[in-house]
C-alpha cells in the first residue's frame, strides 16, 4: 500500500522547521522564488512491493554516500562509462569500491553480472554490503539481479540517472539480464530499498534517451488519466521545468500504486502498462534492436493502440485525436516505413500471447483496456491500422 502520509508532498527542510505542503503549491511558490527550489525539493513515496518495501525520494540533487549508507566499507558502486562521474559524486572524498561497467544494451548480459559479483568478492563484502546502482536501466537492472543473488540477498539503493530508470525501471522490483540474444530472458523481483531520483542528473542526457523516457511517461499519463493535460505545459525536454518533475512524481506514483496491486504481474492491472508495447516490440524487431529507441517504438506503438482501440469501439475518436496530437508535439515519428506481415509475423511470436491469442492495451476514455485478437477477420484489422 502506498503509504498516504507521505505520498504526493513535497517536504522543506528549513533550520526551524519542517513544512510538509501538498506538491504543487509549493512548485508555485518556486517559481517566485527559484533559489528555493534549488536547496529543498524532496519528494518521498513509499511502496510495498509483495512484501519489500520500497522507499523513493525524488530529488533535485545527486545524493551523498552518507545518506545512503554509512558503512563505506561494506558498499559497492556500480555505474557505467557515462555515469561513473555522477558514482564519484555521489561518494564525494570516500573511498568506496567501484565497479565500472561498459554502457548500452549489449552489455545487459551475464558477463556483467560476474563483473559485479566479482568486484564484490574481490573488495571482501560480506552479506551485509550494500550494491549501490548509479545508471540507466540496464545499469539498474543487472546491479539489482546482481544484489538478488549475492549471499542470497544483499542490500540495494538505486540511483537511476536516464529519465526511463527514473520513471519506470527503478521502480517496481523487476530484475535482470538478456541471454541467449533473449532481452530479460533471466531475472528476479529484487525491489530496491531505496530509489534516489537525482533530476539534476538529466542535465547531460542526450535526446535521444529524453525522448525514450519521455515515452513511457506520455504512456502513463493515459492510463492514471490525472496528469494527460499537465503534459501540455511542458514545451521542450528540460530537467529544470516544475511541469516534468511534478510529471515524474506522478508517473512514479501511478507505476508503484499498479505494481503494489500486482507485484509479479500475475495477472492483474500490471498489464496495463504494456500499452503500445505489443506494437513497439515488433516495429523494433523489424526495424532491428538498436536501430529506434525503444521509447520512440513505444509512442508509435501507442498511435496504433488507439487505431485499434477506435476500430474495436473502446477507444473515443477525440480521445484517440487527442493522444495521436500529443505523441506528434514531441517530435516522435508517427509512421515508419516497414512490412506489415514483418510486423504481424512478430507479433504473433510476442511472450504476451494470452491462450495463443494476440494481446494488446487499448485506451479507453479513463485509462486503457486489454483485447485480444485471434480471428481472420480481426487479423485484417491489423493490417488496416499498420499503415
Ligand atoms: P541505458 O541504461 O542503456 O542508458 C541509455 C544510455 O544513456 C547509456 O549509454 C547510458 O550510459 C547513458 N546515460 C545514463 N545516464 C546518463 C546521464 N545522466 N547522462 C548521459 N548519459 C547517460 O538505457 P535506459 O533507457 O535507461 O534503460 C533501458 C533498460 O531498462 C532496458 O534494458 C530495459 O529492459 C530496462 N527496463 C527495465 C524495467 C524494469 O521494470 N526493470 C522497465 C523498463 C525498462
Redesign the pocket.
Known amino acids: 500500500m502506498i503509504q498516504r502520509a507521505c505520498f504526493g508532498r513535497l517536504r522543506i527542510l528549513c533550520p526551524q522547521a519542517v513544512y510538509s505542503l501538498k506538491g504543487d503549491t509549493l512548485l508555485f511558490f518556486f517559481r517566485f522564488l527559484p533559489e528555493l527550489r534549488e536547496i529543498c525539493i524532496k519528494i518521498f513515496m513509499n511502496f510495498i512491493f509483495g512484501g519489500y518495501k520500497s522507499n523513493v525520494i525524488v530529488s533535485k540533487g545527486i545524493p551523498s554516500i552518507d545518506s545512503i549508507t554509512n558503512k563505506f566499507d561494506n558498499a559497492l558502486i556500480i555505474a557505467?562509462?557515462?555515469?561513473a562521474g555522477?558514482a564519484s559524486k555521489i561518494c564525494g572524498g570516500n573511498y568506496i569500491p567501484h565497479c565500472v561497467i561498459k554502457?548500452?544494451?549489449e552489455?545487459?548480459t551475464w558477463r556483467s553480472v560476474e563483473t559485479i559479483l566479482s568486484s564484490a568478492v574481490t573488495n571482501k563484502l560480506g552479506r551485509d554490503c550494500i550494491f549501490i546502482a548509479a545508471?540507466?536501466?540496464?545499469?539498474?537492472?543487472i546491479s539489482?539481479f546482481a544484489a538478488s543473488v549475492y549471499m542470497r540477498g544483499c542490500n540495494l539503493a538505486l540511483v537511476?540517472?536516464?529519465?526511463?530508470?527514473m520513471v519506470?525501471?527503478?521502480?517496481?522490483?523487476?530484475?535482470?539480464f538478456?541471454f541467449c540474444g533473449i532481452?530479460?530472458l533471466a531475472?528476479t523481483f529484487y525491489p530496491a530499498e531505496n530509489i534516489y531520483i537525482p533530476v539534476d542528473?538529466?542535465?547531460?542526457?542526450?535526446q535521444?534517451?529524453w525522448k525514450?523516457?519521455f515515452a513511457?511517461i506520455i504512456k502513463t499519463a493515459i492510463l492514471a488519466n490525472d496528469f494527460f493535460d499537465q503534459l501540455d505545459g511542458i514545451s521542450s525536454f528540460d530537467y529544470k521545468s516544475d511541469a516534468l518533475l511534478s510529471c515524474i512524481e506522478k508517473a512514479v506514483a501511478y507505476k508503484g500504486k499498479i505494481v503494489t496491486e500486482d507485484p509479479r504481474e500475475s495477472g492483474g492491472r500490471r498489464i496495463l502498462l504494456n500499452l503500445g508495447h505489443t506494437f513497439a516490440h515488433a516495429l523494433e524487431s523489424v526495424l532491428g534492436l538498436g536501430n529506434i529507441?525503444?521509447?520512440e517504438a513505444v509512442a508509435w506503438g501507442i498511435i496504433r493502440a488507439c487505431r485499434l482501440g477506435v476500430k474495436l469501439g473502446i477507444t473515443g475518436e477525440s480521445r484517440a485525436k487527442k493522444i495521436t496530437g500529443l505523441i506528434k508535439k514531441f517530435g516522435y515519428e508517427s509512421e515508419y516505413n516497414c512490412d506489415k506481415a514483418a510486423l504481424i509475423g512478430f507479433m504473433k511470436n510476442d511472450k504476451k500471447k494470452r491462450d495463443g491469442k494476440l494481446a494488446f492495451i487499448v485506451p479507453d476514455e479513463k485509462s486503457a483496456a486489454a483485447v485480444t485478437l485471434e480471428k481472420e477477420n480481426d487479423l485484417k484489422i491489423l493490417e488496416e491500422i499498420l499503415v
Do not use: F
Not at 537511476?160 to 530508470?165: F, G, Q, S, V
Not at 542528473?201 to 542526450?206: A, D, I, N, W
Open positions: 557505467d562509462e557515462n555515469t555522477i554502457s548500452g544494451e552489455n545487459k545508471g540507466g536501466g540496464v545499469i539498474c537492472d539489482a537511476p540517472t536516464t529519465l526511463l530508470a519506470d525501471a527503478s521502480v517496481g522490483g523487476k530484475t535482470g538478456d532481452k530479460n531475472g542528473c538529466l542535465s547531460s542526457l542526450p535521444r534517451e525514450s523516457g513511457e529507441s525503444h521509447g
